[in-house]
């Protein structure tokens, strides 16, 4: 076990992480969506702890993430808040609640505030969505960007595959990287990018970067919590490390509960009033 952040019982703020990428400790990053399981995490000695909208994906039951709505993301929101003491809690801001409109995303972005709790919002975007970035740091709302693969522009993009691979893609993604840390975001997570690329973008920015298929040369790393345990099993790409089969696990248990009532060994005398 690492040193300072398990032992370490204070509340991690957006100060805290830009200071253990100063010092060059690296940021543990995970998604919870509902209060048992953020409770494990948290006290657990996660850093982070992100409301991610790939609830609609492993929560929901949905290919992409653009069904989640803004009452979905705030009621997993609020059961997350009520298991977190120290972790930093992130709610994505769902599909459509910040795209072009200040005001709207300022708007969007206090009711998801006011009505979970949490710490700090996520927004997929660069340049196009800058103004209301702006706006909602404007409001003291601190905001981590996302940028490379976002699962929210699906249907633009087609397909899932690995971002910013040719230089005009790259160029765009640093200036938008840079944009955001002007605009006053705390952290960016960059997804699904050439290692060598996240990397370059980490040296350029003092702002910490949550890498997600990004390499090793980012400040800190995100996984899906559900893909890190092993609960999926038909998602397998190159960046996850499953570190449970939980499917197996879970499989297992349920299977033994079923032959032990049918064999009527459940409940037994001990087990009964
Ligand atoms: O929604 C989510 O879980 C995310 C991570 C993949 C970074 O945005």
Redesign the pocket.
Known sequence: MSTAIQEDKRKVTTHRLREMKDRGEKIS?L?AYDYSMASIIDQAGMDVI????????VMAGNIT?LPMTIDQIIYHGTSVMKGVTRSLVVV?MPFGTCSGNPMKSLEAAIRIMRETGADTL?I?GGEEIIEDIKKIIGAGIPVMG?LGLM?QSINKYGTYTVRAKDKEEAEKLLSDALLLEKAGCYAI?L?KIPAKLAAEITNKLSIPT?G?GAGGGVDGQ???MHDMLGINKNFSPKFLRRYEDLNTIITQAVKNYISDIKSRDFPNENESY
């Not at 992100?50 to 994906?57: C, K, M, P, T």
């Open positions: 990053m998604t992100l409301v991610g909208d790939s609830a609609s994906n993430t994505d996520k997929e996302h699962p997570t997804e949550i997600i995100v996984l899906v």
